[in-house]
């Protein structure tokens, strides 16, 4: 389509550019041929007009004109005697044209251009005037005639020649130019399949060029993006998976007590610990849905509150919170900071903070330590427990994730807990550094951007 | 009669002790382990099981890895996982397991799979002694204090179903199903009247009760 167009485009003004270039130069060549004999033919003329007609003026004769003129000998001057318009031809005085032409009444000599022709001649008439007589003359314009034309036909030939040779590299050069346009159209196609990788390369360094690099960048892009939603819907389905299977847990055990306390006959020991089971499943059910409801919230775009928050704020949260757990198991919360100020949502961080000593809380061992220390942009938890394995620590971070699943759960984790704090992190432009050794115990880090 | 002992692996406490629970309302005894390593740990010492219940996902050692050692003590084995795709049960199945039960259950369905393995197995006996009375299901025949007491057919599996379930009550549209089967198009009433037949006959009237807007059950201490 839009080869075709530029094509015919090129080829219409290349036309009217070849024919205005080849009138113009045929029109100088011709003026400086057949012009330039004319003229000087309309010089000797007017010499001869002037020179017989003063004779003819000096006497009145005819006749002696008459001889005058045959003395010229030329075989193509003609003389009339007018009655001085210029409608008027006038009566024949002498006509010894070598071919008896009669020139009267024949020819429109005030137009330009009038060739005559006899047999391989070509002949310009001109004309001159001397008070009321009329001269006429052939001009043998035959050779600056023909070489005009040979010229003319030269300059047509090699205009052609040029013409052909244009519009074949103009064939070719469109069809560079457009067939990137092709190919691209083709990966378009492919790429509206889902095929990212076309193999289609295009290399020329020109617009198209760039616009290919430009297209390749553009699949690249989706191709990442599709990947990360992708991603994103896998990590979705699993959360899902890994949410239904957490209820169901709970679920398949107070179903399994209730069926128990309402079909079979118990001892009384049984119903207790049945309803005791049940309780602590519900317990387990709430704590789990809570943290979901954290997670989901967090999920979306909730606004952060910014502010600056002193460390020892955060730091007083946070003991105000994990203390009654730590003192249960004699375990110190050792803070430390110098007056470090953090630009953060303070209950969001505080969470981040819980979460992390919390878990601290339940690696160590009873009577440990547990420091919190504050540095210029980062915050660490530091805990002597008993570590994570080094092939679980970049899995700890996804959901419902337990490094000790039974001992988790019996401590109430979810495996919900450092996702949020992942979630929260996210949202600060915060980093989260875990370095772990088995049986040594963890340190969580928090850098601040 | 011996009764049926069953190894129970299963690292989440509630669903370990509930089935505990239920095993031992039907008859069973049992032992809990909540870690796949103590219980493979265990095994050379205390192997007298009759059947063992996999969890697959337990820490320490998971169900999969644990079947080749429960199996060196010719001990049958069913799954109780809450993987449910496909794969984990064809691990499971072919990996020589007699069953593969998926959390959420109902407690009824474990303790007919369990019944169904044990009696594949030949672990549990064809006679059953319960309240006074000696019922041999591979004989159909019932002995009162040595006499042999004849029951219509349908009367001796309702008897059967509620003996294997003693303890537990179980609606008549249950019983329905497991005695006269699921296509049976028969009223609840038809339950009523072989539980009368059973009590006249076998003079049951303290041992079945008659569980209010449930069903029936069968008792004996």
């Known amino acids: 389509m839009l080869k075709k167009r530029i094509i015919l485009i090129n080829v219409?003004?290349?036309?009217?550019?070849?024919?205005?270039?080849?009138?113009?130069?045929?029109?100088?060549?011709?003026?400086?041929n057949v012009a330039d004999v004319s003229e000087r033919y309309q010089r000797d003329l007017d010499e001869t007009a002037t020179g017989l007609g003063s004779k003819y003026a000096a006497n009145g004769d005819?006749?002696?004109?008459?001889?005058?003129?045959?003395?010229?000998?030329?075989?193509?001057?003609v003389c009339y005697k007018t009655s001085g318009t210029d409608e008027d031809y006038g009566e024949k005085v002498y006509n010894h044209t070598l071919y008896g032409y009669d020139f009267y009444g024949s020819v429109n000599y005030k137009k330009n251009n009038v060739y005559l022709r006899f047999g391989d001649k070509v002949y310009a008439p001109i004309t001159a005037k001397y008070m009321d007589l009329r001269f006429y003359y052939l001009c043998d314009v035959t050779t600056a005639f023909n070489k005009t034309w040979r010229t003319a036909l030269v300059i047509v030939g090699v205009t052609v020649t040029v013409f052909a040779i244009m519009l074949f590299i103009l064939i070719r050069l469109t069809k560079r130019i457009l067939d990137p346009v092709a190919s691209l159209k083709e990966r378009a196609i492919k790429?509206?399949?889902?095929?990212?990788d076309t193999g289609i390369e295009i290399t020329s360094k020109d617009e198209i060029g760039d616009l290919s690099r430009t297209f390749d960048t553009m699949a690249e892009k989706i191709k990442l993006r599709e990947e990360e939603l992708s991603e994103s819907e896998r990590r979705k389905t699993l959360l899902m998976a890994n949410l239904s299977h957490e209820l169901r847990t709970p679920m398949t055990s107070m179903s399994g007590y209730a069926e128990l306390l309402l079909n079979a006959k118990l001892s009384e020991e049984d119903r207790e610990t049945a309803l005791m089971y049940m309780q602590s499943e519900c317990g387990r059910?709430?704590?789990?849905?809570?943290?979901?409801?954290?997670?989901?919230?967090?999920?979306?775009?909730?606004?952060?509150?910014?502010?600056?928050?002193?460390a020892s704020k955060l730091f007083a949260n946070v003991c105000r919170i994990c203390g009654g757990v730590a003192d249960d198991r004699n375990i110190r919360l050792i803070c430390s900071e110098n007056g470090e100020d953090f630009t953060v949502d303070e209950d969001l961080m505080t969470e981040v903070l819980v979460n992390l000593v919390d878990n601290a809380i339940k690696a160590s061992p009873e009577g440990a330590e547990i420091t919190i220390?504050?540095?210029?942009?980062?915050?660490?938890?530091?805990?002597?427990?008993?570590?994570?394995?080094?092939?679980?620590?970049?899995k700890i971070l996804e959901p419902f994730y337990m490094v000790d699943k039974s001992r988790s759960r019996k401590s109430g984790g979810a495996g919900l807990g450092l996702a949020i704090v992942k979630l929260i992190l996210d949202k600060h432009n915060a980093t989260l550094e875990i370095n772990s050794t088995l049986g040594q115990g963890t340190s969580m880090n928090?850098?601040?951007? | 009669m011996r009764k049926n002992r069953i190894l129970i692996v299963e690292?989440?406490?509630?669903?370990?002790?509930?089935?505990?629970?239920?095993?031992?309302?039907?008859?069973?005894?049992?032992?809990?382990?909540?870690?796949g390593l103590e219980a493979y740990e265990a095994l050379p010492e205390d192997n007298n099981y009759d059947l063992a219940l996999l969890d697959v996902m337990v820490p320490g050692m998971n169900g999969f890895e644990l079947m080749p050692e429960v199996a060196?003590?010719?001990?049958?084995?069913?799954?109780?996982?809450?993987?449910?795709?496909?794969n984990s049960k064809l691990t499971g199945l072919t990996g020589g397991a007699e069953d593969y039960i998926t959390k959420p259950f109902e407690i009824l369905e474990l303790l007919v799979r369990v019944e169904k393995v044990l009696v594949r197995n030949h672990k549990i006996d064809s006679t059953i002694e319960v309240a006074g009375l000696v019922i041999n299901a591979d004989e159909h025949t019932v002995k009162k204090n040595g006499r042999e007491i004849s029951l219509k057919p349908m009367e001796f599996e309702l008897l059967l179903v509620l003996v294997k379930n003693k303890n537990i009550a179980i609606s008549r549209e249950k019983l329905l199903s497991m005695v006269w089967g699921i296509d049976f198009a028969g009223e609840t009433r038809t339950v009523d009247v072989h539980i009368g037949q059973l009590r006249k006959k076998l003079d049951l009237y303290d041992n079945i009760k008659t569980v209010s807007k449930l069903g029936y059950r069968f008792e004996d201490n």
Request: hydrophobic share 45%; proline share 1%.
């Open chain 1, 12 to 32: 219409i003004s290349m036309l009217i550019a070849f024919v205005l270039c080849d009138m113009v130069t045929i029109l100088l060549v011709y003026r400086n």
């Open chain 1, 62 to 77: 005819l006749e002696t004109l008459k001889f005058y003129l045959k003395r010229q000998e030329d075989y193509y001057l």
């Open chain 1, 191 to 196: 790429l509206s399949e889902g095929i990212y």
């Open chain 1, 285 to 310: 059910l709430s704590r789990l849905s809570g943290k979901m409801m954290k997670l989901l919230s967090l999920d979306q775009d909730q606004e952060l509150v910014r502010k600056k928050v002193s």
């Open chain 1, 373 to 394: 220390t504050a540095r210029d942009k980062s915050i660490s938890v530091t805990d002597k427990g008993r570590g994570i394995p080094g092939d679980e620590i970049h």
């Open chain 1, 446 to 449: 928090l850098h601040f951007v």
């Open chain 2, 11 to 35: 690292d989440d406490e509630a669903i370990a002790r509930m089935i505990a629970m239920n095993l031992k309302v039907a008859g069973y005894d049992t032992r809990i382990f909540l870690d």
């Open chain 2, 72 to 86: 060196k003590y010719d001990i049958p084995v069913i799954y109780v996982s809450a993987r449910d795709d496909l």
